[in-house]
């Protein structure tokens, strides 16, 4: 049985021009919606530093050539939860589009049945049919195209949630990593700190003893050693707070089995000057904001044309008979064919109100992407500022840290040698020293936390380009 007869052709083609017309009325006054918005990027960070043109090649996490560092990363890259539950997302959001395109396809529907009714005592009635029907809507005005589209950039969406998932997760896992380290050295700090007054007290007591003199500066020393050990224990804490942060991240809490070495890892010089602003577009929260700008203005298209007539074919075909062998035989099989256009008259402005509110989604998105744009160049160079900033602050405190120890060494033997018998210009030289050398395990600590933000930030290490 041929489908196009000369009456259907004519039908269909009288169908067109009404939808033609309907799309003319039902589309009045609704605009295109966006699919795309390009961002404009600055030619070089201002605050990049200069005269250095190295690059990164290797990737952000080898540039700071710490196996440590790089194994406690990928040790939270394999097992942290949420990146499994963000796997699990992605792999939901690809069989979108799987759904999409088969609305584009006919669907086809199978059906039988077999009955054997007892008729009467001595005989039994057979009764059998096979039923076929299939149904297709033609996409003439390239709705379920549209849809599909939009399908296909949820998952590119979704690809760079997970992109971004990662990226993050490395990050975190880097700075808790820093951290435990840091938090380590601060315990040894507080632990040189405690010797040093437990040290000044003896000495103390034995001048006491020797000459009667100086029972308040026992008092003295002895609230610094209390002091001392109370700022132990709280460092100690806080050590064991950061290696549980580090064990979540990495899938491993409550076992305790994060480590650090003691020393933090080199940071690799300074940024590199010339960095393309343009990298910036590769950050995956800004990639998968461009797709959902684009899945927006497919679905405000798709809303627009739900305003035209729809149109469908259906087909059946059965076959029924007494025998099973009967659903084969020519001489039962029935078909039909049709064709259906429906169009909406009225439905107190439902579709139009859709339409408008998926236009008003798709604005929506261009706005959020331009502003997470803007708040993407200010994280940028907000970091390469602090970069700077903080090679600085660590020359200096480098230097404050040298004065400050030389002053304690020279106080502690002025006071053991009786050159100047006040305890107070001896505490004050410690209390400058141990803040020195406290304030200078943060700001090392700092600068590489500020370098692993830097990197997420820019989305990636400095040089490489999105495919």
Same mark, same amino acid.
């Given at each position: 049985?041929?489908?196009?007869?000369?009456?259907?052709?004519?039908?269909?083609?009288?169908?067109?021009?009404? *939808?033609?017309?309907?799309?003319?009325?039902?589309?009045?006054? #609704?605009?295109?919606?966006?699919? @795309?918005?390009?961002?404009?990027?600055?030619?070089?960070?201002?605050?990049?530093s200069?005269?250095?043109?190295?690059r990164?090649s290797?990737?952000?996490?080898?540039?700071?050539?710490?196996?440590?560092?790089?194994?406690?990363?990928?040790?939270?890259?394999?097992?942290?939860r949420?990146?499994?539950? =963000?796997?699990?997302?992605l792999?939901?959001?690809?069989?979108?589009?799987?759904?999409?395109? &088969?609305?584009?396809?006919?669907?086809?529907?199978?059906?039988?049945?077999?009955? #054997?009714?007892?008729?009467?005592?001595?005989?039994?009635?057979?009764?059998?049919?096979?039923?076929?029907?299939?149904?297709?809507?033609?996409?003439?005005?390239?709705?379920?195209?549209?849809?599909?589209? +939009?399908?296909?950039?949820?998952?590119? *969406?979704?690809?760079? $949630?997970? !992109?971004? =998932?990662?990226?993050?997760?490395?990050?975190?896992? +880097?700075?808790?990593?820093?951290?435990?380290?840091?938090?380590?050295?601060?315990? *040894?700090?507080?632990?040189? /700190?405690?010797?040093?007054?437990?040290?000044?007290?003896?000495?103390?007591?034995?001048?006491?003893?020797?000459?009667?003199?100086?029972?308040? $500066?026992?008092?003295?020393?002895?609230?610094?050693?209390?002091?001392?050990?109370? /700022?132990?224990?709280? !460092?100690?804490?806080?050590?064991?707070?950061? %290696?549980? /942060?580090?064990e979540?991240?990495?899938?491993k809490?409550? @076992?305790?089995?994060?480590? =650090?070495?003691?020393?933090?890892?080199?940071l690799?010089?300074?940024?590199?000057?010339?960095?393309?602003?343009?990298?910036?577009?590769?950050?995956?929260?800004? &990639?998968?904001?461009?797709?959902?700008?684009?899945?927006?203005?497919?679905?405000?298209? *798709?809303?627009?044309?739900? #305003?035209?007539?729809?149109?469908?074919?259906t087909?059946?075909?059965?076959? =029924?008979? %007494?025998?099973?062998?009967?659903?084969?035989?020519?001489?039962? #099989?029935?078909?039909?064919?049709?064709?259906?256009?429906?169009?909406?008259?009225?439905?107190?402005?439902?579709?139009?109100?859709?339409?408008?509110?998926?236009?008003?989604?798709?604005?929506?998105?261009?706005?959020?992407?331009?502003?997470? %744009?803007?708040?993407?160049?200010?994280?940028?160079? &907000?970091?390469?500022?602090?970069?700077?900033?903080?090679?600085?602050?660590?020359?200096?405190?480098?230097?404050?840290?040298?004065?400050?120890?030389?002053?304690?060494k020279?106080?502690?033997?002025?006071?053991?040698?009786?050159?100047?018998?006040?305890?107070?210009?001896?505490?004050?030289?410690?209390?400058?020293?141990?803040?020195?050398?406290s304030?200078?395990?943060?700001? !090392?600590?700092?600068?590489?936390?500020?370098?692993?933000?830097?990197?997420?930030?820019?989305?990636?290490?400095?040089?490489?380009?999105?495919?």
């Amino acid at each position: 049985m041929k489908l196009e007869t000369p009456n259907f052709k004519i039908q269909l083609s009288r169908r067109l021009g009404f *939808a033609g017309l309907a799309l003319l009325l039902g589309g009045c006054g #609704l605009q295109k919606p966006t699919g @795309s918005l390009a961002i404009r990027t600055p030619g070089s960070w201002a605050a990049a530093s200069s005269g250095n043109e190295g690059r990164i090649s290797t990737g952000w996490l080898s540039s700071f050539s710490d196996a440590g560092l790089t194994r406690s990363v990928n040790e939270a890259l394999k097992h942290n939860r949420s990146l499994k539950s =963000a796997a699990a997302r992605l792999r939901e959001a690809r069989e979108q589009p799987i759904i999409a395109r &088969a609305g584009q396809l006919p669907s086809v529907d199978v059906g039988g049945r077999g009955s #054997l009714t007892d008729s009467s005592s001595i005989s039994l009635t057979e009764s059998y049919g096979l039923n076929l029907a299939a149904s297709w809507e033609p996409d003439l005005w390239g709705r379920l195209r549209d849809l599909t589209s +939009a399908a296909d950039a949820d998952e590119r *969406a979704a690809i760079e $949630d997970f !992109r971004g =998932a990662r990226l993050s997760l490395a990050a975190n896992a +880097a700075k808790a990593y820093t951290n435990l380290i840091s938090a380590g050295q601060q315990v *040894a700090d507080a632990q040189f /700190t405690l010797e040093s007054f437990e040290k000044n007290l003896r000495i103390i007591e034995r001048n006491y003893k020797a000459t009667g003199e100086g029972p308040l $500066d026992i008092q003295f020393a002895r609230t610094n050693v209390s002091s001392a050990q109370r /700022t132990l224990e709280v !460092r100690r804490l806080a050590r064991q707070n950061v %290696a549980r /942060t580090l064990e979540v991240l990495q899938g491993k809490y409550p @076992s305790g089995g994060s480590r =650090a070495k003691r020393e933090l890892p080199s940071l690799p010089g300074s940024v590199p000057s010339g960095i393309p602003a343009g990298l910036i577009e590769r950050r995956p929260d800004l &990639a998968a904001a461009r797709a959902d700008i684009f899945a927006s203005a497919k679905r405000a298209d *798709a809303a627009r044309k739900r #305003l035209l007539p729809d149109f469908s074919l259906t087909g059946s075909s059965g076959a =029924a008979g %007494a025998r099973l062998s009967d659903l084969t035989s020519l001489d039962f #099989l029935v078909s039909s064919i049709s064709a259906r256009v429906d169009q909406v008259v009225f439905d107190g402005g439902a579709l139009k109100a859709q339409a408008r509110g998926a236009l008003a989604r798709n604005d929506r998105f261009v706005n959020e992407y331009a502003q997470l %744009a803007l708040e993407a160049f200010r994280e940028v160079e &907000a970091t390469i500022s602090a970069d700077r900033s903080l090679a600085l602050q660590e020359k200096f405190l480098n230097d404050e840290v040298r004065q400050a120890e030389q002053a304690e060494k020279q106080a502690n033997r002025d006071y053991a040698e009786g050159v100047n018998p006040n305890i107070l210009s001896v505490l004050e030289a410690q209390r400058r020293a141990n803040n020195a050398r406290s304030a200078i395990i943060r700001l !090392r600590n700092q600068r590489l936390q500020n370098r692993f933000d830097l990197h997420l930030a820019l989305g990636g290490d400095f040089t490489t380009s999105a495919k």
